[in-house]
Structure formats: structure tokens, C-alpha cells
């Protein structure tokens, strides 16, 4: 009944198919039915008929570390059964794991082996299931070089003995079925190699949940029981064109947001961040929040972008469905969600995905390719179908569960190039002599073909500051398919420039109107993100020149003259309202300069200069296209002044942005415009309510009928210090 070669390797945790041995099976010659269970909690186990109830038999102990066995008699053929346990705590009826059919069907795992299946969250990992009429957990996780896996947790005292998985071998996934366990189990995965060495236990490469560290058990979770009610942000957003929208993002650091010094300093949760920060964005009207990296992590210090977990929102802010509350809050006053997304590499914690099943599974197998140059992080293997396949699923999986609009992915260039970082000899050359990473375009194509083509009005972001060409043009035309790139070098000139003496400016016109020949080569989000007020860079505000009230003005000018530039808008938070200090990601915001009339002038700009960019469509709905954008003036540097119109695409409410950079008011500047009658002075960041001086046009001008910069018509305007001045054309006066 117990051949002692499976009976020494169930008790050693070291059999390759227990599903082979233990459970019911019928044994030949005789076709005898025989039941084995591995038990080490019970004191006797009988066997009782599920249909019935009837005992049909009592199992023999023929070990005495919890192996039982016994001969069915009068019955022929499988049937449905409980094992009754007698045990120190009393007895209890449970349902054999080993009674039950595989969990992946045949599709699923041709699927799985073709690196073809989009939803293998729905497959791999821990997820509720009710089999044969039993609830339970499936488990199923992939590692096709282990000679053995089971499921080690809380509810089997974390012994690697009592539930041993099945492996589907045509797709390396071991799987099993554990009935009368549920969602918030603590799990890991314990592995061998096929030279017998143990293995770390494993977190869950699919968890959707995680234990807060130190710890790194996955823990069951059931991602369905939010109900959802962003039903009309839903059917909004999947007939909507980004490329036409407006799209103004506030990039967010859950750690750092605001805290709760009368609880030790804590971070917001996800739920409080609903209730606090989804009613700031909507009032200060932006469109977006991109939440910098929320999945799990192990290193604080790397904001996120050292994942541990792809799949599972980190526990330091809360649970899942916290998660997903505030999404849909977000949703619920039509603020979208993006979330930066990090393919890039992965924490080499050895609990982690590192060496998974003993061999280097997710990360490259080439040494020179294996390890990120500036961190001691792991890179996958984009070669291998099954990582691709991991990798588009989890991207997509954000999309299904959590309803995110959009992905972020930065540090393109350390998956573009193999060369990036790398010395002379570190790297080799790729099938062309090239230095591009082949495997991660192809990547980066089809997760963006299959994100598009499965999710109507979502859009990808990629940052790269190579030169990559066509980052973000179709792939049926040669790019790589992002919706948006990361216009990062209009943002380096122009900052370089702000950031120069005004008695300079004129000698650097260059960085100010370099970014234009270039913004509409590809779809442009023009960033004033984290990296730039941090790592020693300073904050926005210190990086303007001159006196306080000068430095302020010229922030004032330049948010003006950002806001008013052909792309899509990103600010980080805290610049909203010109936080003096540096970035510290360990600390809050410093909420309380906000009140001071000039950070409060700042942060009621940043307000206005949304609202007016929602509603102005010469703003917003031709960002990406040349048609909505015409140089008035672009040489005047001597008086450190550009202008330019902004048209929308049935030519209605023509905008003309006018910014000048010098200290001085300059009366009666004319500038060219296309069409005559009155342009309403929406915007003019030198008024008071901003902390300016109030030097503007009362309200608007009216056009001379003088031509002027190749145009019929002409403004003659009063342009105050240091500042932006946006109007629109209405026609008549008002």
C-alpha cells in the first residue's frame, strides 16, 4: 500500500509527483482502490463519503510522522470523499487536496507555454475556487527546472510536506487545489533544484498582496468584491482620444504627500488618501495623478522603482481594495490615474524572483546582461517568451483590476541599449553589430500593441532622454507604440534658461524656443518632475534667479509659459505651490507654506492655468499636431520676449501666449494676430491675486488694424515684469 521509496520522499519533502501517491488510486494488477494521506496533525483519519456521510473506512498509521493508508473495499471505482481527523484539538472533516483534477485547463496551458496568455493572473498565483462543490484555493505557480513545489502557510504550519503540487509539464506551471482555505492566507512557495538544495521560500511572482516587511509571505487575496462605481469615467474615457484631451498630471509620492505627525509620522493610507487628496486635485483641476511606483518594494530609498512584486500595491499604504477605493474616487470626479510602471528590472531579493526555481528564470542568463549598471538589481530576460508574457500581464492586469488610464515607463535607455552604463568590453553587440536591445523593442511593441488593442482611451508614457526616434509613433510605422514621450529636453533648456541672470537670458534665446522645432516629432508630455527637485538639484523656486519676489515672479512667468506651450502638462507635487526646500521623500510636503501669500499666489496660478487649459481647446486639442501652433515672435531676445498662438482644430478661440523674461515693463509691445476683435486677458501671471504687481491690460485688448509679424491684425499690449500674459480670442467686447 506504501512502497517505501514515495514514502521516504513524501515524509523528506521530496517527491516529484504526490499527486501520483497520495490521494485515491486504484492499484494494478488488482484495481484494488487505495487511499494515502500525509496528516502529521491527525491522531486517526477516517474515510468518509461525501454523498452519504458514511465512514467507508479507517486509514492505518504506517508512519509515525503522519502517513496513513488503507485498502478501500467494496468500492470499484473513484468516488467523492472527506477525511475525518482526530486530532489534539478535536475532530475536524477536511477535503483531500488529492482528490481533485487539475486546475489549468489544456488551453490554458498551451497558452501559458506559447508566452501567449494576456490574463495569466487570472491562472497563475492564488485565487478562490469552488471545485466539485468545494471552496477552497487554486495555487499555481511557474517553475519549470524544480523537481519539486508546494504551498507552505499559515494553514499547514509552514510545513513543505502536506502540499505538494502537481507540475503540468507541457508549460513547467505546478498547480494544486487546497480546499477550505480562502482569501487572507499567508502563502510562499517552497522549491527544490534538481540537485536537492532548498531553495529560500518563495514569495508568489503573482501575489496581489504581500505582508509588510521584513516580512515577504504573498497573501490570498480576492480582487472582485469592489464595486465599482465609475461606470461613466469608464465610457467616457474609451471614446475619448488622448492625444486631444487635456492632460494636466500631478506626479505623487504617497510616502511623502502629507503624513500624519500625531501618529508617529506616518504616510496617508490609500483610503485617506481618497479622502484628502482626490478633493485637492479636483479643486486645484487637474486631470490626472501619476502615482510614482506603488508596487511592492523592498527598498524604501528607491521610491518604487526596485520592485519586489510587480503585482501586488505595496501593504506600507493599505490593502487592494484600498487601493482600488481610491481609484475609483478619483474616477468618480474625473480625474484619471497613472501609475509609474517599472519593467525595467527587479529587487534581487532572494525571496524575490531572483534565481526562482534555481536557475535564472526571470533575470537574463548572460552575465554581462543580467545585472543593472547602477543598481544592484536584476534584468529580465525580454527574450523569453514566458517573461514577456509576465510582464505585458502585469501591465494589463492594472488595467483590469485597478482601472488605470495610463503607464508610465522611465529609464528607457537601460532597456533600449545594451551598451547603457557599460564599459568597453561589458557588453556585446546584438545580432546586427548594433547596440540596441532587440528582445526589449519587441517587448515594449507588443505591451503597447496589446494595451491599445485590449483598453479603449488608455494611453503609455515612455521616458527617454537617447534620442530614441518614433518613441511614440504607431508600430506599423516603425515605433515603439507609446501614446506620450517625456519631452525632456524642452525641460532641460528651458530650466537651464530660467534659471540664468535676466541681464544673460538673451544670449541663451536658444534654450527657450529650442524645444518648439522639435515638440511635434513626437507626442509630448513636457515634465517638471520628482528628479528635478531632487538629488541635490534644489527646488523649482531656487532654481530662479534674483531676489525673493524676483524668484517668485519668475516661476509665475515660467508655469505661464509651460501651460501655455504646445504638450501635455506634468508637475510634482509641492511645486504646485513653490515649496522652498528640496524634495524629501521621507517627509511631508511643507503644507503650511501654501498660506503665505506667495506660495498661495503660486498655488492659485498652477489653479487657474489648469482651469484655462481644460477649457481653452486651442490649449489642448492640437498639442501633438503643428496646426495648433504658429511662432508670432520668436527673436526677440534682446527684451527676452517669445509669443505664439495656440489654435484649436475647427479654428474657434484662437489663444495668444506672450512671455517675457526681464525685469522691466515694457508698454505698447505689438505683437501679430490672425484674426481681429477682442482677446480676453485670461491669464496674466503678474496680478496680484498671484503675488504680482498688477501691471497688465484691464481685462483685454483689442486689435489695431495694422499688420504686424506677418499677420493682418495687431495687440498692443502691456507686458508687467517677469511675466506670462495668456489671452483669448471672444470675439466681441464684452
Not at 470499484?76 to 486546475?103: H, K, Q
Not at 485597478?402 to 568597453?424: E, T
Not at 531632487?534 to 524676483?550: C, E, F, V
Request: glycine share 8%.
Amino acid at each position: 500500500m506504501a512502497p517505501d521509496g514515495d514514502v521516504a520522499a513524501i515524509l523528506s519533502a521530496d517527491h516529484r509527483d504526490p499527486f501520483s501517491f497520495l490521494g485515491l488510486h486504484s492499484v494494478q494488477p488488482s484495481g484494488r482502490l487505495v487511499l494515502r494521506a500525509f496528516l502529521p496533525q491527525a491522531k486517526s483519519v477516517a474515510v468518509v463519503d461525501r454523498a452519504t456521510g458514511e465512514v467507508v473506512a479507517t486509514l492505518e498509521r504506517v508512519r509515525e510522522e503522519g502517513l496513513f493508508a488503507a485498502a478501500i473495499d467494496g468500492r470499484s471505482a473513484p468516488f467523492a470523499y472527506r477525511l475525518r481527523l482526530e486530532t489534539a484539538n478535536g475532530r475536524i472533516d477536511i477535503d483531500d487536496p488529492y482528490r481533485f483534477p487539475p486546475v489549468l485547463s489544456d488551453e490554458d496551458v498551451q497558452l501559458l507555454a506559447e508566452g501567449d496568455h494576456f490574463r495569466s493572473y487570472d491562472m497563475l498565483g492564488a485565487h478562490p475556487l469552488t471545485l466539485d462543490g468545494v471552496a477552497g484555493l487554486a495555487f499555481a505557480v511557474w517553475a519549470p527546472n524544480a523537481v519539486r513545489v508546494s504551498v507552505i502557510a499559515s494553514f499547514n504550519d509552514w510545513d513543505g510536506r502536506r502540499h505538494g503540487m502537481r507540475l503540468r509539464h507541457d508549460c513547467g506551471v505546478w498547480e494544486i487545489f487546497i480546499p477550505g482555505v480562502g482569501a487572507g492566507e499567508l502563502y510562499k512557495y517552497e522549491i527544490k533544484t534538481p540537485t536537492g538544495v532548498r531553495l529560500p521560500d518563495k514569495c508568489d511572482p503573482y501575489a496581489f498582496f504581500v505582508e509588510p516587511s521584513p516580512g515577504s509571505a504573498a497573501i490570498a487575496c480576492d480582487l472582485s468584491r469592489h464595486a465599482w462605481r465609475d461606470r461613466e469615467w469608464m465610457q467616457k474615457r474609451s471614446m475619448e482620444d488622448p492625444r486631444r484631451r487635456p492632460i494636466s498630471v500631478y506626479q505623487l509620492h504617497i510616502g511623502s504627500w502629507r503624513r500624519r505627525p500625531e501618529d508617529g509620522n506616518r504616510p496617508l493610507t490609500y483610503r485617506e488618501l481618497a479622502d484628502e487628496a482626490v478633493g485637492y486635485l479636483d479643486y486645484m483641476a487637474f486631470t490626472h495623478v501619476e502615482l510614482l511606483p506603488i508596487n511592492e518594494f523592498d527598498f524604501d530609498a528607491s521610491l518604487g522603482f526596485q520592485p519586489f512584486v510587480p503585482y501586488a500595491p505595496t501593504s506600507r499604504w493599505g490593502t487592494p481594495a484600498d487601493l482600488q477605493y481610491f481609484v475609483d474616487r478619483c474616477h468618480q470626479v474625473g480625474i484619471g490615474v497613472i501609475l509609474d510602471w517599472v519593467p525595467n528590472h527587479f529587487s534581487d531579493d532572494p525571496h524575490g524572483l531572483r534565481s526562482f526555481d534555481g536557475t535564472h528564470l526571470y533575470e537574463h542568463p548572460d552575465p554581462q546582461r543580467r545585472k543593472h549598471p547602477a543598481t544592484n538589481t536584476l534584468n529580465y530576460d525580454y527574450g523569453r517568451r514566458e517573461v514577456s508574457n509576465y510582464l505585458i500581464s502585469n501591465a494589463l492586469f492594472w488595467m483590469e483590476h485597478y482601472h488605470i488610464d495610463g503607464l508610465c515607463v522611465s529609464s528607457l535607455p537601460a532597456m533600449l541599449y545594451l551598451d547603457y552604463g557599460r564599459h568597453r568590453g561589458e557588453w556585446t553587440a546584438n545580432r546586427f553589430g548594433g547596440h540596441e536591445n532587440l528582445e526589449a523593442v519587441d517587448f515594449l511593441r507588443r505591451l503597447n500593441e496589446k494595451a491599445y488593442e485590449r483598453y479603449k482611451g488608455i494611453f503609455t508614457i515612455g521616458e527617454d532622454n537617447s534620442g530614441w526616434q518614433r518613441l511614440s509613433h504607431p508600430t506599423f510605422l516603425g515605433g515603439l507604440g507609446f501614446g506620450f514621450r517625456w519631452n525632456l529636453d524642452w525641460k532641460r533648456d528651458t530650466l537651464r534658461y530660467m534659471s540664468r541672470n535676466p541681464v544673460h537670458r538673451k544670449y541663451y534665446h536658444d534654450e527657450l524656443i529650442h524645444g518648439a522645432t522639435k515638440v511635434f516629432d513626437e507626442n509630448a508630455i513636457l515634465p517638471l518632475s520628482y528628479t528635478d527637485v531632487a538629488y541635490g538639484r534644489g527646488s523649482m523656486l531656487h532654481k530662479m534667479p534674483g531676489d525673493r519676489w524676483q524668484r517668485f515672479a519668475n516661476l509665475r512667468a515660467y508655469y505661464g509659459f509651460f501651460y501655455g506651450h504646445p504638450g501635455k502638462k506634468l508637475l510634482f507635487m509641492g511645486d504646485e505651490f513653490a515649496q522652498e526646500r528640496e524634495w524629501n521623500s521621507d517627509i511631508s510636503l511643507d503644507w503650511h507654506v501654501a498660506g503665505e501669500p506667495l506660495h498661495g499666489g503660486i498655488q492659485s496660478l498652477v489653479r487657474d492655468l489648469n482651469h484655462l487649459y481644460r477649457s481653452a481647446k486651442a490649449l489642448h486639442e492640437l498639442d501633438c499636431e503643428a496646426d495648433g501652433f504658429s511662432w508670432i515672435d520668436c527673436n526677440d531676445a534682446d527684451q527676452g520676449v517669445v509669443s505664439f498662438v495656440r489654435q484649436s482644430r475647427d479654428g474657434s478661440g484662437t489663444v495668444v501666449v506672450v512671455a517675457h523674461f526681464t525685469p522691466v515693463a515694457r508698454r505698447n509691445y505689438r505683437v501679430g494676430v490672425p484674426v481681429p476683435g477682442f482677446y480676453a486677458e485670461r491669464v496674466n501671471t503678474d496680478s496680484e491675486k498671484y503675488g504680482g504687481a498688477n501691471i497688465g491690460n484691464e481685462g483685454g485688448v483689442t486689435t489695431v488694424d495694422e499688420p504686424m509679424h506677418g499677420r493682418p491684425y495687431a495687440l498692443s499690449l502691456t507686458l508687467p515684469p517677469l511675466a506670462t500674459v495668456i489671452l483669448e480670442h471672444v470675439g466681441e467686447r464684452p
